[in-house]
């Protein structure tokens, strides 16, 4: 087979660098040479010709669903997923994801606050160091320089790595920028996931969007779940709003990584996946039964984000259909074409699941590419909903 990569004029380098860091990951080669996927993944092909292994999983899916490489890449095995729980939103998340029976993911919490850790039950706990006086216990306090070397070595081996953690406290504001940068200089794909607080909290509101910043510009995509925007949509209880958020941000992680992990029945490409996941993306959600379920579901979907997305502007649209092995295939193109209706000028692609928890209802999860800064968001009258392309139950 004759690999095109090879004649690309920066294969050389390509090789020296895989060479030199024992690292053949696609995204990695594009951070550094700033260059499209397809071109990366032609020279990583040719790189496995001449021995090397690919060592990340996706980048594995990916070479074999476009049978760009004939060389036997390394059996496939599942992705290797982490979620680093950072500060207080971040344990209280992990907690959360794994009450919910979450498998096939790795848990790692980070605080500063050792009672935090005491009550967090995932996989691995790392006390951060802190300039605020603070019992000791059996804990190590690091320094500065020792917490990043034990968040890089929290991560290694990850595939692709979440983020999750509150905006505008200490710990998730200052930390999580950190961690998502030691991830991509990892070559991992790096997903961040966090809450904004309440417009009542003064301060707290003051420092989130220094931390949105920072954080935007060291991952490959950007979950925010404004606590506010649950209390305009709904007249909720306290505890119903943090439950939404919760699941909100659950159905982020999960639905990502199963979408990537486990079979489905329309199911997307690694290369279109990661163009979705890139940047700023809004979500409407919408349930529904009865005989026009995927319409109404639909119809619910928009009017949910109506306000604050811009459907004809937006350039593409991830639109997710959850129901049961009831799910007619005329369900999902009026969904679509519904879609179609309000935002002409988007590329549109369909992802649907099977899950037979939902009986006779039907879930349309839509995800819009909005804004590429997250000070678009702040500006608006308020916050918007934002997450990436979840699949349910897959």
């Known amino acids: 087979m004759t690999y095109p990569g090879r004649e ?8 020296q660098m895989v060479i030199e860091t024992n690292s053949s990951s696609i995204v990695r080669i594009q951070r550094k040479f700033l260059i499209g996927h397809e071109r ?6 040719a790189l496995v010709d001449d021995g090397i292994t690919v060592q990340n999983a996706l980048d594995r899916h990916f070479m074999q669903r476009r ?8 059996s496939q095995q599942p992705l290797h997923i982490k979620v680093l729980g950072i500060g207080g939103c971040g344990i209280n998340m992990i907690n959360y994801m794994l009450a919910k029976g979450t498998q096939g993911i790795e848990f790692v919490a980070l605080s500063s606050d050792e009672k935090e850790l005491a009550r967090c039950k995932a996989d691995q706990r790392l006390q951060l160091s802190t300039t605020q006086a603070m019992p000791t216990g059996n804990a190590i306090v690091t320094t500065p320089e020792e917490d990043c070397a034990r968040i890089k070595t929290a991560m290694a081996g990850a595939d692709m790595v979440f983020v999750v953690a509150g905006m505008g406290g200490n710990t998730g504001t200052s930390v999580a920028p950190i961690a998502a940068q030691i991830a991509r200089n990892l070559g991992i794909q790096t997903i961040a996931v966090v809450s904004m607080p309440f417009a009542y909290e003064g301060n707290r509101m003051r420092r989130a969007p220094l931390g949105i910043k920072d954080l935007f510009a060291q991952t490959d ?22 439950e939404a958020t919760n699941l909100l941000m659950h159905f982020a992680v999960v639905g990502i990584a199963k979408s990537l992990s486990e079979a489905s029945l329309v199911s997307l490409d690694i290369a279109d996946l990661r163009t979705l ?8 959600t919408g349930e529904a039964t ?7 579901a639909c119809e619910q979907a928009i009017a949910s984000i109506a306000s604050t997305v811009d459907f004809a502007n937006s350039s593409s649209i991830l639109v997710n259909v959850a129901a049961s092995s009831s799910l007619k295939l005329r369900e999902i193109a009026e969904i679509i074409e519904s879609v179609e209706l309000i935002a002409k000028d988007a590329v549109i692609v369909a992802a649907a699941a099977y899950d037979d928890a939902m ?12 804004p590429t800064s997250p000070f678009d968001v702040m500006a608006a009258s308020h916050y918007r909903t934002i997450t990436l392309a979840p699949q349910f139950h897959l």
């Open 8 to 15: 690309d004029p920066l294969f050389s380098a390509v090789k």
């Open 277 to 284: 996941i890139a940047g700023i993306v809004t979500v409407g």
């Open 221 to 242: 995509a950007l979950v925010i779940i404004p606590l506010e925007a649950q209390v305009n949509k709904y007249d909720m209880f306290v505890s119903e709003v943090f």
């Open 67 to 74: 049978n760009i490489s004939d060389v036997p890449i390394e």
């Open 359 to 370: 009986k006779n209802s039907l879930r349309v999860t839509m995800y819009c590419t909005g």
């Open 40 to 45: 990366a993944a032609a020279m990583v092909a």
């Open 290 to 296: 009865g005989p026009d379920r995927g319409k109404v």
